[in-house]
């Protein structure tokens, strides 16, 4: 199916193609034996789809478009700091085939002109010439994901005519920045040259750079991304010779060309780009291949400095623990606190890739919040990758605000932020796996701080339960009277949804939530209860089934009135019915109330 894209690059194709300007290389013989107007261009996206038009399937060698896949495997050979010191990466505006060091450093000036690409070469590890060529071609391979030959009359051409490089191996040998012999440099640097390509290949290849030194297609890791984002630098401002300030500067995009006719453009993260066309302007770049690239740079918006948007935000939501309270479920005294002093315990939550900008705005908002602020909980279940620099400045905002005495933990089922994480399950705190479990935390430090009394008690005795408290001494004991008093063990389910009416609950000591389980399996809390609550009261009042599960968090011990004592009660003690039910329908609005700002305070997000 053709689609949106194919028809963009066909059309960029088509215009380009009307272009026959420019002469096919012939310094080397062989060179000038292709078909001059042949004409492809491919655009390999980092997910590995590869849109072709024209003649994507022809060969021809890869000529300079080699420097930068030598240059990448001498970097992982010798490591960059020993390979600066043999090779500058300066701009040099000079030809590709300039005999010249840089008069200060006496170095090759950039790995994408002969002298440096010569070095590269010389510098690539290996017993001999053969297994050093083996491992070139090996590694060009795996860019293009499949395996690349040699194309030995090229070779023999350039070999015969190759006196200018050959000038440029003796210069470097007796400058000291090859050792060993010079021709032994150039002839390995022929020969990668004269490696064999198709523009697709090279699209491959092209796209393994995007995407961080990753082979699209096949998932091989070729290169360090580290080092990948070197290569990607001098081919920014040395891959298009003497062209590429201007270069950059139109088309934006990384990129190097060969006098095979081929170029290759890279946009990190995206795509990798190659166009074939032989026929080649001054500096020795093909014309259709500039052409079709500062088309499809300007025409699909490539510029790599092409700026969409400043940095979003990393925070998407801040809000205090009163605005949205936890799931666990308060008595009116620590209701009336966190009402009170909520402001104090703060629930910010982050989203997309936390590199340094995003970190730093999330950092200094949540670290320069006012005075007051006491507890902290940094959700970043929405964050999508946190860099380095961004961790290390987390974990700082974690040590600056423990000292200034603010608690702090973060919602992390995933572990993205590495040592926070371990460090936090030492003595500093927790990472919890979700968010209502940090608030909870959150309101408990709060609790603790600012409501010594009326807390939520461990255990209660039945006579005292809240449910209870508006009746006369009659009418309790009357309710007491048939009471069933059961325990169960910590985990253990006290009803399941589904259940029919089997009483109402009267929670005496221990913990217990009501879940739901949705169609995936997944567990969701509903509410907590503990010691002073109830539960169980709807489906006595209407004789209906439960809609959730109540299991328990803790060990537990709850006071039943049965269904039928309940039915029975009707008869008996109307006015005492009457007390329950006002006392129950109280209760159910303040947990309306709580259960409307978790939702409103924080935009649903839960
Ligand atoms: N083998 C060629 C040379 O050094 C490569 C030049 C190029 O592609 N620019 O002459």
Request: glycine letters at 8%; charged letters at 25%.
């Amino acid at each position: 199916m053709s689609t949106v894209v194919d028809a963009l690059i066909a059309n960029i194709f088509d215009r380009t193609a009307e272009n026959r300007d420019g002469t096919l290389a012939d310094y080397i013989p062989e060179l000038a034996a292709v078909a001059p107007d042949s004409f492809g261009i491919c655009v390999a996206t980092v997910d590995g789809h590869v849109y072709e038009v024209g003649d994507t399937r022809l060969p021809f060698t890869i000529q300079s478009i080699s420097k930068p896949f030598t240059y990448a495997l001498a970097l992982a050979d010798c490591g960059a700091d020993a390979i600066a010191t043999k090779i500058d990466v300066e701009p040099s505006g000079e030809a590709f085939n300039e005999i010249s060091l840089d008069p200060h450093t006496e170095r090759p000036r950039n790995p994408m002109i002969n002298a440096g690409a010569i070095t590269a070469a010389a510098l690539v590890a290996g017993p001999d010439v053969d297994s050093r060529f083996e491992r070139i071609r090996r590694a060009y391979s795996r860019y293009a994901g499949r395996a690349l030959t040699f194309n030995d009359s090229v070779y023999a051409s350039e070999s015969r005519t190759g006196h200018r490089n050959r000038a440029i191996g003796h210069m470097l040998r007796s400058f000291g920045i090859i050792a060993g012999n010079p021709d032994e440099a150039v002839d390995l640097y022929f020969r990668q040259c004269s490696i064999d390509v198709t523009c697709r290949d090279l699209s491959l290849m092209a796209a393994t750079m995007a995407n961080n030194g990753v082979n699209p297609l096949t998932q091989d890791t070729v290169l360090d991304p580290a080092l990948v984002e070197r290569v990607l630098s001098v081919m920014s401002t040395c891959g298009m010779y003497d062209g590429a300030g201007k270069w950059l500067y139109e088309v934006g995009l990384p990129a190097k060309s060969g006098v095979g006719g081929g170029v290759i453009a890279v946009l990190p993260g995206q795509i990798g780009i190659a166009i074939y066309s032989p026929r080649l302007d001054s500096h020795g770049n093909s014309v259709r291949g500039v052409e079709a690239c500062r088309a499809l740079s300007s025409e699909l918006e490539l510029h790599f400095l092409h700026v969409t948007r400043a940095a979003r935000s990393a925070i998407r939501a801040r809000y205090s623990v009163s605005d949205a309270p936890s799931r666990m479920r308060r008595t009116l005294a620590e209701r009336a606190t966190l009402d009170d002093v909520g402001n104090r315990g703060r629930i910010y939550e982050l989203h997309g890739d936390l590199l340094f900008a995003g970190a730093e705005t999330a950092v200094r908002e949540i670290g320069g919040s006012e005075e007051g602020l006491e507890v902290v909980v940094v959700d970043v279940r929405r964050v999508d990758e946190v860099g380095g620099i961004a961790r290390r400045m987390i974990e700082t905002l974690r040590a600056d605000l423990t000292e200034r005495g603010c608690a702090i933990t973060f919602v992390d089922p995933v572990g993205l932020l590495g040592n926070t994480h371990s460090n936090l399950s030492g003595s500093t705190g927790r990472v919890y796996a979700d968010l209502d479990a940090a608030v909870q935390w959150c309101e408990d430090i709060l609790l603790d701080r600012y409501c010594s009394t009326a807390r939520q008690s461990r255990s209660v005795a039945v006579s005292e339960h809240p449910v209870l408290s508006s009746l006369s001494p009659g009418q309790l004991e009357w309710f007491t009277d048939d009471l069933e008093t059961r325990t169960y063990a910590r985990g253990e389910y006290i009803v399941r949804r589904g259940d029919g009416a089997c009483g109402l609950f009267l929670l005496l000591s221990g913990q217990v939530s009501t879940t739901v389980t949705d169609q995936s399996g997944a567990v969701h809390r509903i509410v907590t209860l503990s010691a002073g609550m109830s539960f169980g009261e709807m489906t006595v009042i209407l004789d209906s089934r439960f809609l959730n599960d109540v299991r328990t968090d803790t060990p537990v011990t709850v006071a039943v009135l049965t269904a039928d004592r309940y039915a029975e009660m009707t008869a008996a003690e109307p006015e005492l019915k009457l007390a329950l039910l006002e006392r129950l329908a109280v209760g159910a609005y303040e947990q309306l109330d709580v259960m409307l700002r978790s939702v409103l305070g924080q935009g649903g997000s839960r």
